[in-house]
Protein backbone atom coordinates (compact mmCIF):
# COMPACT_ATOMS: atom_id res chain seq x y z
CA UNK A 1 0.00 0.00 0.00
CA UNK A 2 1.36 3.46 -1.02
CA UNK A 3 2.39 5.75 1.98
CA UNK A 4 0.70 9.82 1.80
CA UNK A 5 3.20 11.53 4.41
CA UNK A 6 1.38 14.62 5.15
CA UNK A 7 3.27 17.15 3.24
CA UNK A 8 1.91 19.64 0.59
CA UNK A 9 1.86 19.85 -3.22
CA UNK A 10 3.47 22.44 -5.21
CA UNK A 11 1.88 26.03 -4.90
CA UNK A 12 -1.57 26.23 -7.01
CA UNK A 13 -1.59 22.80 -6.99
CA UNK A 14 0.39 22.19 -10.18
CA UNK A 15 2.20 18.92 -10.93
CA UNK A 16 5.82 18.50 -9.44
CA UNK A 17 8.05 18.79 -13.00
CA UNK A 18 10.49 16.21 -14.36
CA UNK A 19 13.22 18.65 -12.74
CA UNK A 20 11.65 18.33 -9.32
CA UNK A 21 11.86 14.43 -9.58
CA UNK A 22 15.59 14.53 -10.53
CA UNK A 23 15.96 16.97 -7.31
CA UNK A 24 14.19 14.70 -5.47
CA UNK A 25 16.09 11.47 -6.57
CA UNK A 26 19.60 13.22 -5.95
CA UNK A 27 18.28 14.08 -2.52
CA UNK A 28 17.38 10.55 -1.69
CA UNK A 29 20.58 9.07 -3.38
CA UNK A 30 22.20 11.47 -0.71
CA UNK A 31 20.33 10.54 1.98
CA UNK A 32 20.86 7.07 1.40
CA UNK A 33 24.61 7.27 0.95
CA UNK A 34 24.96 9.57 3.72
CA UNK A 35 23.28 7.26 6.30
CA UNK A 36 25.44 4.59 6.30
CA UNK A 37 28.35 6.38 7.63
CA UNK A 38 26.45 9.05 9.43
CA UNK A 39 25.74 12.72 7.84
CA UNK A 40 27.92 15.40 7.31
CA UNK A 41 27.29 19.49 7.19
CA UNK A 42 28.50 22.14 5.80
CA UNK A 43 31.53 23.89 6.68
CA UNK A 44 31.33 25.54 10.32
CA UNK A 45 28.46 22.51 10.64
CA UNK A 46 25.75 24.63 8.78
CA UNK A 47 22.86 22.08 7.86
CA UNK A 48 23.38 21.06 3.94
CA UNK A 49 21.12 22.73 1.57
CA UNK A 50 19.60 21.55 -1.94
CA UNK A 51 20.50 24.18 -4.73
CA UNK A 52 19.55 24.68 -8.13
CA UNK A 53 21.24 25.71 -11.21
CA UNK A 54 19.14 29.10 -12.58
CA UNK A 55 21.09 30.82 -16.58
CA UNK A 56 24.49 29.44 -15.57
CA UNK A 57 23.90 30.11 -11.50
CA UNK A 58 23.86 28.28 -8.28
CA UNK A 59 21.35 29.54 -5.90
CA UNK A 60 19.08 27.93 -3.27
CA UNK A 61 15.56 26.79 -3.82
CA UNK A 62 12.79 29.03 -2.97
CA UNK A 63 10.59 27.91 -0.81
CA UNK A 64 7.98 27.09 -3.36
CA UNK A 65 10.48 25.19 -5.23
CA UNK A 66 11.02 22.82 -1.95
CA UNK A 67 7.68 21.97 -1.80
CA UNK A 68 7.64 20.80 -4.62
CA UNK A 69 10.75 18.69 -4.79
CA UNK A 70 8.88 17.34 -1.05
CA UNK A 71 5.92 16.57 -3.61
CA UNK A 72 8.16 14.69 -6.06
CA UNK A 73 9.61 12.55 -2.91
CA UNK A 74 6.42 11.57 -1.72
CA UNK A 75 4.80 10.80 -5.29
CA UNK A 76 8.14 8.53 -5.62
CA UNK A 77 7.40 6.62 -2.63
CA UNK A 78 3.69 5.77 -3.17
CA UNK A 79 4.51 4.73 -6.86
CA UNK A 80 7.82 2.41 -5.23
CA UNK A 81 5.44 1.13 -2.08
CA UNK A 82 7.76 2.18 0.20
CA UNK A 83 7.12 1.57 3.98
CA UNK A 84 5.78 4.25 6.00
CA UNK A 85 8.79 4.14 8.02
CA UNK A 86 11.38 4.57 5.13
CA UNK A 87 9.23 7.26 3.84
CA UNK A 88 8.85 9.10 6.93
CA UNK A 89 12.41 9.12 7.66
CA UNK A 90 13.87 10.12 4.09
CA UNK A 91 10.98 12.59 4.21
CA UNK A 92 12.72 14.05 7.39
CA UNK A 93 15.83 14.12 6.39
CA UNK A 94 14.87 15.76 3.14
CA UNK A 95 13.10 18.54 5.25
CA UNK A 96 15.82 19.54 7.18
CA UNK A 97 18.43 19.14 4.25
CA UNK A 98 15.96 21.59 1.89
CA UNK A 99 16.04 23.47 4.64
CA UNK A 100 19.22 24.18 4.85
CA UNK A 101 22.37 26.52 3.96
CA UNK A 102 22.36 27.94 0.74
CA UNK A 103 26.15 27.81 -0.17
CA UNK A 104 26.27 24.30 -0.03
CA UNK A 105 24.77 21.75 -1.91
CA UNK A 106 23.51 18.40 -2.11
CA UNK A 107 25.53 16.24 -4.58
CA UNK A 108 24.30 14.00 -7.43
CA UNK A 109 27.03 12.12 -6.42
CA UNK A 110 28.46 11.85 -2.92
CA UNK A 111 31.85 10.60 -2.07
CA UNK A 112 32.88 7.87 -0.04
CA UNK A 113 34.60 8.76 3.39
CA UNK A 114 37.73 7.75 3.04
CA UNK A 115 37.56 8.01 -1.16
CA UNK A 116 39.21 10.85 -3.24
CA UNK A 117 36.76 13.09 -4.46
CA UNK A 118 38.21 12.32 -8.43
CA UNK A 119 35.70 8.69 -7.34
CA UNK A 120 33.35 8.29 -9.99
CA UNK A 121 29.14 6.76 -8.67
CA UNK A 122 27.70 4.95 -11.21
CA UNK A 123 24.28 4.58 -10.69
CA UNK A 124 22.15 0.93 -12.39
CA UNK A 125 18.70 0.66 -12.35
CA UNK A 126 18.21 -2.76 -12.68
CA UNK A 127 15.64 -5.96 -12.24
CA UNK A 128 14.68 -6.91 -9.28
CA UNK A 129 15.58 -10.54 -10.58
CA UNK A 130 19.11 -9.28 -11.18
CA UNK A 131 19.67 -8.30 -7.59
CA UNK A 132 22.36 -11.12 -6.36
CA UNK A 133 24.05 -11.56 -9.82
CA UNK A 134 24.26 -7.37 -10.23
CA UNK A 135 25.23 -7.12 -6.99
CA UNK A 136 28.43 -9.59 -7.53
CA UNK A 137 28.78 -7.48 -10.56
CA UNK A 138 29.03 -4.74 -9.26
CA UNK A 139 31.77 -6.09 -7.02
CA UNK A 140 33.84 -7.50 -9.92
CA UNK A 141 33.43 -4.00 -11.60
CA UNK A 142 34.48 -1.73 -9.09
CA UNK A 143 37.65 -4.02 -8.09
CA UNK A 144 38.39 -3.50 -12.34
CA UNK A 145 37.93 0.29 -11.88
CA UNK A 146 39.33 1.50 -8.64
CA UNK A 147 37.80 4.55 -7.24
CA UNK A 148 34.51 3.46 -8.64
CA UNK A 149 31.66 2.69 -6.70
CA UNK A 150 28.25 1.39 -8.65
CA UNK A 151 25.26 1.57 -6.76
CA UNK A 152 22.14 -0.11 -7.73
CA UNK A 153 18.16 1.10 -7.58
CA UNK A 154 16.72 -2.73 -8.02
CA UNK A 155 12.70 -2.27 -8.53
CA UNK A 156 10.67 -4.07 -10.78
CA UNK A 157 11.12 -2.88 -14.42
CA UNK A 158 8.10 -1.26 -15.09
CA UNK A 159 8.70 1.05 -12.10
CA UNK A 160 12.25 1.35 -13.36
CA UNK A 161 10.79 2.93 -16.73
CA UNK A 162 8.71 5.02 -14.96
CA UNK A 163 11.62 6.33 -12.79
CA UNK A 164 13.39 7.04 -16.44
CA UNK A 165 10.60 8.87 -17.80
CA UNK A 166 10.00 11.08 -15.10
CA UNK A 167 13.47 12.23 -15.07
CA UNK A 168 15.21 10.14 -12.73
CA UNK A 169 19.23 10.26 -13.01
CA UNK A 170 21.01 6.73 -13.93
CA UNK A 171 23.52 5.61 -15.82
CA UNK A 172 22.54 1.70 -16.84
CA UNK A 173 18.89 0.34 -17.47
CA UNK A 174 18.79 -3.60 -17.27
CA UNK A 175 15.22 -4.70 -17.84
CA UNK A 176 13.69 -7.94 -17.36
CA UNK A 177 12.14 -7.51 -20.97
CA UNK A 178 12.42 -5.31 -24.03
CA UNK A 179 8.71 -3.32 -23.87
CA UNK A 180 10.17 -1.48 -20.83
CA UNK A 181 12.82 -0.86 -22.28
CA UNK A 182 11.18 0.53 -25.34
CA UNK A 183 9.56 2.54 -23.18
CA UNK A 184 13.13 4.61 -21.96
CA UNK A 185 13.61 4.22 -25.87
CA UNK A 186 10.36 5.89 -26.55
CA UNK A 187 10.95 8.68 -23.75
CA UNK A 188 14.74 9.23 -25.38
CA UNK A 189 16.14 7.97 -22.09
CA UNK A 190 17.93 4.93 -24.11
CA UNK A 191 19.00 5.02 -27.64
CA UNK A 192 17.23 1.78 -29.18
CA UNK A 193 20.65 1.16 -31.09
CA UNK A 194 22.19 0.84 -28.11
CA UNK A 195 20.15 -2.17 -26.39
CA UNK A 196 21.88 -5.49 -26.24
CA UNK A 197 20.33 -8.75 -24.96
CA UNK A 198 22.56 -10.14 -21.82
CA UNK A 199 20.58 -12.90 -20.28
CA UNK A 200 17.72 -14.91 -20.77
CA UNK A 201 15.41 -16.63 -17.59
CA UNK A 202 12.31 -18.58 -17.41
CA UNK A 203 9.39 -19.41 -15.06
CA UNK A 204 9.07 -21.95 -12.09
CA UNK A 205 6.19 -22.69 -9.80
CA UNK A 206 7.57 -22.17 -5.96
CA UNK A 207 5.87 -23.45 -2.77
CA UNK A 208 7.04 -23.32 1.00
CA UNK A 209 9.65 -26.12 2.77
CA UNK A 210 6.98 -27.73 4.02
CA UNK A 211 4.50 -27.31 0.84
CA UNK A 212 1.44 -27.00 3.07
CA UNK A 213 -1.20 -27.03 0.03
CA UNK A 214 0.41 -30.60 -1.30
CA UNK A 215 1.49 -29.85 -4.57
CA UNK A 216 2.71 -32.47 -6.68
CA UNK A 217 1.92 -31.09 -9.99
CA UNK A 218 1.10 -27.65 -12.17
CA UNK A 219 -2.61 -29.14 -12.36
CA UNK A 220 -2.75 -28.63 -8.56
CA UNK A 221 -2.77 -24.89 -9.02
CA UNK A 222 -6.15 -24.88 -9.83
CA UNK A 223 -7.67 -26.91 -6.70
CA UNK A 224 -10.05 -24.46 -4.87
CA UNK A 225 -8.81 -22.33 -2.09
CA UNK A 226 -5.39 -22.41 -2.99
CA UNK A 227 -3.66 -19.15 -2.06
CA UNK A 228 -1.31 -17.98 -4.98
CA UNK A 229 1.07 -15.00 -5.59
CA UNK A 230 2.35 -13.50 -9.10
CA UNK A 231 3.46 -10.49 -9.91
CA UNK A 232 0.93 -7.44 -11.21
CA UNK A 233 0.74 -7.82 -15.08
CA UNK A 234 1.87 -4.89 -15.76
CA UNK A 235 5.38 -6.36 -13.98
CA UNK A 236 7.54 -8.25 -16.79
CA UNK A 237 7.38 -12.12 -14.39
CA UNK A 238 3.72 -11.24 -13.82
CA UNK A 239 3.44 -11.09 -18.02
CA UNK A 240 5.32 -14.19 -18.42
CA UNK A 241 3.32 -15.64 -16.00
CA UNK A 242 0.29 -15.25 -17.62
CA UNK A 243 1.83 -16.55 -21.02
CA UNK A 244 2.86 -20.34 -19.62
CA UNK A 245 -1.35 -20.20 -18.06
CA UNK A 246 -2.60 -19.29 -21.41
CA UNK A 247 -0.14 -22.07 -23.41
CA UNK A 248 -0.79 -24.27 -20.62
CA UNK A 249 -4.90 -23.93 -20.98
CA UNK A 250 -4.26 -25.36 -24.53
CA UNK A 251 -3.18 -28.51 -23.43
CA UNK A 252 -6.15 -31.18 -23.35
CA UNK A 253 -4.88 -33.09 -20.33
CA UNK A 254 -5.59 -29.27 -18.29
CA UNK A 255 -8.26 -28.34 -20.46
CA UNK A 256 -9.18 -24.32 -21.67
CA UNK A 257 -10.27 -22.91 -18.10
CA UNK A 258 -7.06 -23.84 -16.78
CA UNK A 259 -5.55 -20.39 -16.68
CA UNK A 260 -8.99 -18.91 -15.54
CA UNK A 261 -9.19 -21.53 -12.30
CA UNK A 262 -5.92 -20.90 -11.39
CA UNK A 263 -6.36 -16.83 -11.53
CA UNK A 264 -9.45 -17.31 -9.37
CA UNK A 265 -6.72 -18.56 -7.08
CA UNK A 266 -4.56 -15.74 -6.87
CA UNK A 267 -4.47 -13.83 -3.56
CA UNK A 268 -1.98 -11.01 -4.07
CA UNK A 269 -0.14 -9.12 -7.19
CA UNK A 270 3.17 -7.91 -6.27
CA UNK A 271 5.24 -5.37 -7.74
CA UNK A 272 8.05 -7.66 -8.30
CA UNK A 273 8.67 -10.84 -8.24
CA UNK A 274 10.86 -10.55 -5.33
CA UNK A 275 7.88 -10.01 -3.04
CA UNK A 276 6.51 -12.95 -4.72
CA UNK A 277 9.55 -15.03 -3.64
CA UNK A 278 9.62 -13.15 0.06
CA UNK A 279 5.82 -14.20 0.36
CA UNK A 280 5.79 -17.94 -0.25
CA UNK A 281 9.33 -17.85 1.26
CA UNK A 282 7.62 -16.86 4.33
CA UNK A 283 4.29 -19.44 3.93
CA UNK A 284 2.00 -16.36 3.34
CA UNK A 285 1.45 -17.66 0.38
CA UNK A 286 0.55 -21.42 -0.84
CA UNK A 287 2.83 -21.04 -4.33
CA UNK A 288 4.12 -18.33 -6.48
CA UNK A 289 5.68 -18.53 -10.43
CA UNK A 290 8.94 -16.67 -9.90
CA UNK A 291 11.62 -16.65 -12.75
CA UNK A 292 14.42 -19.42 -11.92
CA UNK A 293 17.42 -17.65 -11.12
CA UNK A 294 14.81 -16.28 -7.95
CA UNK A 295 15.21 -19.79 -6.34
CA UNK A 296 19.22 -20.40 -7.34
CA UNK A 297 21.87 -22.72 -5.89
CA UNK A 298 21.89 -19.80 -3.08
CA UNK A 299 18.68 -20.69 -1.81
CA UNK A 300 18.05 -24.19 -2.01
CA UNK A 301 16.65 -25.11 1.12
CA UNK A 302 14.26 -22.39 1.75
CA UNK A 303 11.64 -23.12 -0.96
CA UNK A 304 10.27 -25.96 -3.33
CA UNK A 305 9.65 -25.69 -6.61
CA UNK A 306 7.93 -27.33 -9.43
CA UNK A 307 9.52 -27.54 -13.23
CA UNK A 308 6.98 -25.66 -15.77
CA UNK A 309 7.89 -27.54 -19.45
CA UNK A 310 9.24 -26.04 -22.13
CA UNK A 311 6.74 -26.09 -24.56
CA UNK A 312 4.55 -23.57 -21.88
CA UNK A 313 7.46 -21.72 -20.29
CA UNK A 314 7.88 -18.60 -22.08
CA UNK A 315 12.10 -17.00 -22.34
CA UNK A 316 12.28 -13.91 -20.55
CA UNK A 317 14.90 -11.98 -22.43
CA UNK A 318 17.07 -9.18 -20.72
CA UNK A 319 18.13 -6.04 -22.57
CA UNK A 320 20.64 -3.29 -20.75
CA UNK A 321 21.89 0.26 -22.05
CA UNK A 322 23.87 3.23 -21.55
CA UNK A 323 21.69 5.88 -20.90
CA UNK A 324 21.64 8.20 -23.21
CA UNK A 325 21.82 11.86 -20.90
CA UNK A 326 24.28 9.89 -18.28
CA UNK A 327 27.17 12.45 -17.12
CA UNK A 328 29.46 9.37 -16.96
CA UNK A 329 28.71 7.69 -20.14
CA UNK A 330 32.33 6.15 -21.18
CA UNK A 331 31.92 4.67 -17.21
CA UNK A 332 28.30 3.30 -17.82
CA UNK A 333 29.20 1.85 -21.63
CA UNK A 334 32.18 0.27 -19.80
CA UNK A 335 29.70 -1.16 -16.95
CA UNK A 336 27.53 -2.69 -19.77
CA UNK A 337 30.65 -4.43 -21.29
CA UNK A 338 31.43 -6.10 -18.38
CA UNK A 339 28.25 -7.18 -17.80
CA UNK A 340 28.33 -8.42 -21.27
CA UNK A 341 32.00 -10.13 -21.22
CA UNK A 342 33.10 -13.89 -20.42
CA UNK A 343 33.48 -12.84 -16.43
CA UNK A 344 29.37 -10.80 -16.52
CA UNK A 345 28.08 -13.67 -18.07
CA UNK A 346 29.97 -16.43 -15.55
CA UNK A 347 28.65 -14.81 -12.84
CA UNK A 348 24.98 -14.47 -14.35
CA UNK A 349 24.84 -18.31 -15.23
CA UNK A 350 26.13 -19.20 -11.44
CA UNK A 351 22.85 -17.18 -9.95
CA UNK A 352 20.51 -19.67 -12.73
CA UNK A 353 20.29 -17.47 -15.71
CA UNK A 354 20.83 -18.32 -19.26
CA UNK A 355 23.48 -16.65 -21.52
CA UNK A 356 25.45 -17.79 -24.49
Given at each position: ?????????????RP????????????????????????????????????Q????R????S??????????L?????????????????L?????????????????????????????????????????A??E???G????????Q?????A??????????Q???????????????????K?????????????R??????????????????E??A???????????????????????????????L???F??????N???????????????????????????????A?????????E??????P????????????????????F???????K?????????????
Open positions: MGVQPAIGGCPENPSARHFRSAWHLVGFIRRGAGRGMGGCPGNRPVGLTRRKGQGPLSSERLCVLASRELFIRQGASARMALWTALASLLLAGCASAAVPAVAPLAGRSAAGQTLTVFAAASLAEFTIGRFEAAHPGTVIFNFGSQQLAQQLAGAPADVFASADAQQMAAAVVGRVRERESQSFANRLVVIFPPDNPARLFALDLRPELRLVIAAPQVPAGKYALSFLARASKDPGGPRGERVLDVVSHEENVRAVLSKVALGEADAGIVYVSDISARPARIGRLIPDAWNVAEYPIAAIADSRRRELAQAVEFVLSAGRAVLAQHGFMVE
